[in-house]
Every structure is written in C-alpha cells, then in structure tokens.
C-alpha cells in the first residue's frame, strides 16, 4: 500500500530533551516535506526536500533540522524542544514539486512539549 | 508573497444540500496550481481536489468541484449532496512558481459540519 509513516503518532517530552520524528514513504518520491499545524494558523510549511542531500527551510524552520540520506526517510530533528514547539506535525510527500502535483500527507504526529 | 485567505471558520449544511467553501488567494505569479485538503476529526489530510492556473475548465471529483474565478483570485470548493461523513475541516492551499513550487502555503481552514 502506497503511504507515508510516521513515528511516533504521539509523543510527550520535556523541555530541551532531542527528539527525532521520522518520516518515510513507499512511493519513490522525490519531494518531501513537514508541516506544523497550530489552531487558527493553518499549516505552516517547516522544511522541505527536493531530493536525497537537498533540503530547504519553509516558512517556519527555527528549532528545527531535517536530513535527507535516502530518497525515502525524512526525519525531523528538534536539537532542544520547547514549550512553543507543541503541535501536530505532518510530514508529506509528492512525485515532484510541480505545480500539479498533490502532497500525500502522513497521519501526523502530536508532540507536546511540557 | 504568497497568501490563502479562507475568511468562513465554520459552516452548517444540512444532509442532501450543497454547499460552498470560500477561498481567496494572493500571487503575482501567473503560474500556480491550487488544492483543497479535507481533515476528517481523525486527524490526516485527505487530497480533494486541485485547479491549475491555466486550466481552462473548472475542475471536478465526484462530488466536488471547485469554482475557479481567475480575475477574483477565488477558488472556492463546492460539495453537492452533503452527507455525514464531509463534516471535517477543509483546507485550501497554493503553489506558485515564484517558489520553483517548492512551497505550499495553506489557509486557516473551514470547519464544516452537516446536520442529519
């Protein structure tokens, strides 16, 4: 079945403890990207990836760091987590960034932290 | 600059009626592709629909279409026949050439419930 997973789907963690959220997808897409979602914001694009070792910030990056090793994992790094980090994060992926082409979006993951 | 404006946060519809999800968008770019998402209370995000630029017809998706005024800036998403189950947040995005269409830039979503 063609998916994007993510692990954890639920996590909460104290301030300043490193934590990575990981991303893949079966599809052999070449873009890649995450997303944070907050109440009355929308989804705020974080970070995204073209391709293997070319990474981008989005509109919202600081306290975060992402890696892209392998065409098919895309993990969120957050070197020292905090309170205003609490949220639902989305990681998505597409064949291409074109102009046409969907984002097929992972289950999510809720961090809180405390 | 890019910007998705979805000015209703909630709307009601009764099972069987259609109803009408607005979004506005802002790009000086003449090359974008337009998408709407649905959000179920389970949390993932569904792809519903998407609208190209240049495309000349509306689109369609079974019973979704989307209305797209270019000169307006609107791509507002039309559900017919609502039925229980389209309760969910909906959400309209964009992406525009100005950003090699590396960005989607979402709005803050429609809340959408449907009564029996």
């Known amino acids: 079945e063609a998916q994007v997973t993510q692990n954890p789907r639920y996590l909460i963690t104290v301030t300043g403890k490193k934590l990575t959220v990981t991303c893949s997808q079966n599809m052999n897409h070449e873009y890649m990207s995450w997303y944070r979602q907050d109440p009355g914001l929308g989804l705020r694009q974080i970070y995204y990836?073209?391709?293997?070792?070319?990474?981008d910030k989005g509109d919202v990056p600081e306290g975060y760091k992402v890696s892209r090793k392998e065409k098919r994992n895309f993990p969120l790094i957050l070197e020292s987590p905090s309170p205003n980090q609490t949220s639902l994060y989305f990681c998505?992926?597409?064949?291409?960034?074109?102009?046409?082409?969907?984002?097929?979006f992972g289950p999510g993951t809720r961090l809180t932290v405390t | 600059a890019q910007k998705i404006t979805q000015t209703q946060p909630g709307m009601f519809v009764q099972e069987k009626e259609a109803v009408t999800l607005d979004c506005t968008y802002d790009?000086?770019?003449?090359?974008?592709?337009l998408f709407w998402y649905k959000q179920p209370s389970s949390g993932e995000m569904i792809f519903l629909i998407y609208?190209?630029?240049?495309?000349?017809q509306n689109a369609t998706e079974g019973r979704y279409s989307l209305n797209f005024q270019k000169a307006r800036k609107s791509a507002n998403l039309v559900i017919s026949a609502s039925q229980l189950g389209d309760s969910a947040m909906y959400f309209c995005?964009?992406?525009?050439?100005?950003?090699?269409?590396?960005?989607?830039?979402f709005g803050t979503g429609t809340r959408l419930l449907v009564s029996p």
């Open positions: 609208q190209g630029s240049y495309d000349q």
């Open positions: 995005a964009m992406r525009a050439m100005n950003t090699g269409f590396q960005k989607l830039v």
């Open positions: 990836s073209m391709n293997v070792e070319v990474t």
């Open positions: 998505a992926s597409s064949l291409y960034s074109g102009q046409g082409h969907e984002q097929y």
């Open positions: 790009t000086s770019d003449p090359s974008y592709g």
